[in-house]
């Protein structure tokens, strides 16, 4: 964009949130910047819980070109959107907003996409497999058409309430095989590949999983991340998984298709991983 003296001012993005302090988001978009060359700033602001819609329009008013939404704003985000694409309308929830060439503001969901990829990278098959999610609520809602749309045989939501995991199935069985159970239900099923997302891992608590759930070769994958194994992600070794991941790489997966939606240049998100993983070992 130009400044009001006809200088090319460099673009603007940031990441809203509350809280934010901790959030990696520049430091990705920095390193992808570096990577492909562009020329850009991103900043992350903390925004008071009812002022969400305010600062994005000042966000945008002043030039900014495109916004990440964190907890607690993404489903502001959606209704902020002035349009939304097909997996953000089908998540309820947006976490990229994007200035387009028609000067209006374009809200994607690029979580789900950002863990099938970071599947995609550590070598997962999804197609056809049996998987398993756990939990039912807005991190499940974000990730099941990208989920759904790698065409594994079936996905079983199981949530604590599993009223949530009906609800939805009946919003997503169009796009494929879907079933809502209750995490007592599970007793002698078996899986391919689990999902936890449920925020018990934050509380360091483990859904009541049977022990013989996995099938050989299982692969199990946590929405959250850390330095050190969630607890489901040691529930998984112990109980024989033969792969396990945590959601650094969906984090910077997220990152690298919004930066592909406002850049159109595709960043490399191995080597930010290993960067971001080399610096959560760092603080061990
Ligand atoms: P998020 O945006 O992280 O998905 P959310 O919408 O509040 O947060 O959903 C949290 C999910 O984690 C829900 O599926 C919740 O189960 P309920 O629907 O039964 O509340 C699940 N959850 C949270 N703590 C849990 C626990 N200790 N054990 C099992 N499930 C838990």
Excluded at 11 to 33: E, T
Excluded at 69 to 84: I, R, W
Excluded at 250 to 259: D, I, N, P, T
Excluded at 265 to 283: D, G, H, S
Aim: net charge negative; proline share 5%.
């Amino acid at each position: 964009m130009q400044s009001p003296l006809g200088f090319e001012m460099t673009d603007q993005y940031a990441v809203f949130g509350n809280p934010i302090n901790h959030s990696k988001s520049p430091a990705i978009h920095r390193q992808f910047a570096e990577q492909t060359g562009q020329d850009l700033h991103y900043a992350k602001q903390l925004v008071a819980e009812d002022e969400f819609v305010t600062a994005a329009h000042t966000f945008f008013a002043q030039g900014g070109k495109g916004l990440n939404v964190t907890v607690p704003f993404k489903v502001d985000a959606f209704g902020f959107a002035q349009e939304l694409t097909p997996r953000a309308q089908r998540a309820g929830a947006v976490n990229t907003l994007a200035l387009q060439s028609n000067g209006k503001i374009l809200g994607d969901n690029t979580d789900g996409i950002g863990m099938v990829h970071d599947m995609h990278n550590l070598g997962w098959d999804i197609g056809a497999k049996r998987v398993l999610v756990l939990g039912a609520g807005g991190a499940v809602r974000g990730i099941l058409q990208p989920l759904l749309a790698e065409h594994p045989e079936k996905v079983v939501i199981a949530n604590r309430t599993r009223s949530k995991a009906e609800e939805l199935v009946a919003e997503f069985h169009d796009l494929g095989n879907l079933q809502a159970l209750s995490f007592e239900d599970l007793v002698g099923k078996k899986f391919d590949i689990i999902v936890n997302g449920t925020s018990a891992s934050l509380s360091g608590e483990l859904p009541p999983l049977p022990a013989d759930l996995l099938n050989a070769q299982a692969c199990c994958y946590d929405m959250m991340y850390g330095a050190e194994p969630t607890v489901f992600l040691q529930w998984a070794l112990d109980n024989g998984s033969a792969k396990i991941a945590d959601g650094l790489g969906m984090l910077v997966g997220q990152a690298a298709e919004a930066f592909y939606l406002w850049r159109h240049i595709r960043p490399e998100v191995v080597p930010v991983i290993t960067a971001l993983r080399r610096q959560l070992n760092e603080k061990k």
